[in-house]
């Protein structure tokens, strides 16, 4: 984007699509402004996918009702 920065001096001798880079190199942090505008484009999508998965996780932590952990000894306890 640099170099087509330097072509601002022949800006109207330029094809259209050209001037639009031209101006384009001119906005700062340009790449992490586009990489955000994209995620705030994709986050209901992302939203969408995730939510089965932690339904599913919600679901099956609700019908838990023991806590098992393994002892010092190797034997397992389970709290309700």
Known sequence: MKSIGELKDEYDDLAESEQFCVLM???????????????????????????????????????????CMWRGDNSLSCVE
Do not use: C, W, Y
């Open 25 to 67: 190199s001119g906005i700062k942090r340009l790449g992490p402004r586009l990489n955000s505008i994209l995620f705030k484009m994709k986050f209901d999508d992302l939203l969408q996918d995730i939510k089965p998965v932690s339904r599913a996780f919600a679901s099956s932590s609700n019908e838990s009702t023991h806590l």
